[in-house]
């Protein structure tokens, strides 16, 4: 460990980020659309929370309004996201700003649309490293060849002269990587950061977010709708779905003792590499809802094989908090 990564590490499982009843809404015809509602969450120094389900259940959402980042037309309409004991909602645009880059950075989902095409890999992370960590400019070269060394990029320092479209996906990401963890973040957002890659360089990324990390105990909220992802990296677990928490845990109860229907269909649903006469992944049937006509009650209960008459009168709020596996379903547990 370098020692100013010793310096800047925190405590472990000392709490950085906690979020409560956040609801994000986008107009829709005459109301709103809910992409995200009431959702809660924390993470500590060290740890990784993890926000899985199907596309469109509102987890990049909720990951681009931790910083500000929900896009227009949409907002956030309730809720609090303290950052270190300061509330981050109602915060100023400048105050964001100062935040994004230096003790919170974001990998986005797609390198290619947050890589400027008409800079090198060289331009772009020298001017992060020059405006967010206050490094001269041959300071700047030198850290940026460390960086992209250390995330894996072959012949790091020619590949400073490099354009976005000159590298592969994969590349690219690794790029995006280096940028991120470049100041040494407290909090690291990875929106879907191993998408679209092939398996090996998926398990190489998600390992150099891990021994980052370890280095200097960074916080991690990881969006994937793998839960295979997210049962190897993640300590906590949220599962979402249209807009709502339906279970939350520690990664090992949520796998080993799903409590909600639909992460059972999830689980259920994930491919094995392992060669046996078990039977194939099942699908979960049907399709997520649309958000501006959402059933009453449970938003999954037309696709739930435990459905009765009563799903569509119950709240959906967990039993039961992140840390202690809550669950939004009271039926099926019963019926076991």
């Known amino acids: 460990m370098s020692t100013a990564a010793a310096e800047d590490r925190i405590e472990p499982g000392t709490e950085l980020l906690k979020v409560s009843g956040l609801t994000v809404g986008f107009p829709a015809g005459a109301g709103l659309l809910l992409a995200a509602d009431r959702i809660d969450f924390e993470v500590g120094a060290g740890r990784t929370v993890g926000l899985v389900g199907e596309s469109g259940c509102g987890k990049s959402v909720t990951l681009r309004s ?71 400019k041959g300071e700047a070269r030198s850290r940026a060849i460390e960086l992209l060394n250390r995330v894996g990029v072959p012949s790091p320092e020619r590949r400073l002269a490099s354009y976005p479209h000159e590298l592969s996906g994969g590349m690219r990401q690794r790029v995006m990587i280096a940028i991120a963890i470049s100041t040494r973040p407290k909090l690291l957002l990875a ?102 006509d959402l059933p009453p009650g449970c938003p999954f209960a037309p696709r739930c094989a435990h459905r009765r008459d009563a799903c569509a009168e119950i709240p959906v709020t967990l039993d039961a908090s992140l840390l202690e596996h809550g669950s ?6 019963a019926a076991a």
């Open 328 to 333: 939004a379903c009271p039926f099926v547990e």
């Open 191 to 292: 929106d879907e950061p191993t998408t679209a890659l092939d398996v090996t360089t998926q398990e190489q990324i998600l390992a150099l977010l891990k021994d980052f990390q370890e280095e200097n105990g960074m916080a991690i909220v990881l969006v994937s709708h793998d839960l295979g992802v997210i049962s190897e990296t993640c300590d906590e677990v949220v599962v979402m779905y249209a807009g709502r928490m339906l279970e939350a845990g520690l990664d090992r109860a949520v796998m080993r003792h799903p409590r909600h229907p639909y992460t059972q269909g999830l689980i259920e649903a994930m491919p094995s590499l392992e060669v046996s006469d078990e039977e194939p992944p099942v699908p979960i049937p049907g399709q997520p809802p649309n958000l501006a």
């Open 66 to 136: 931790l910083l500000g980042l929900v896009p227009y037309p949409g907002e956030v309409l309730a809720g609090q996201i303290r950052w270190r004991g300061e509330e981050l909602l109602g915060a100023s645009k400048r105050r964001l700003a100062a935040l994004r880059g230096t003790e919170i950075s974001m990998v986005f989902q797609d390198p290619t649309s947050c890589l400027n095409p008409v800079f090198s890999v060289g331009d772009q992370m020298t001017e992060t490293l020059r405006k967010r960590a206050g490094l001269g």
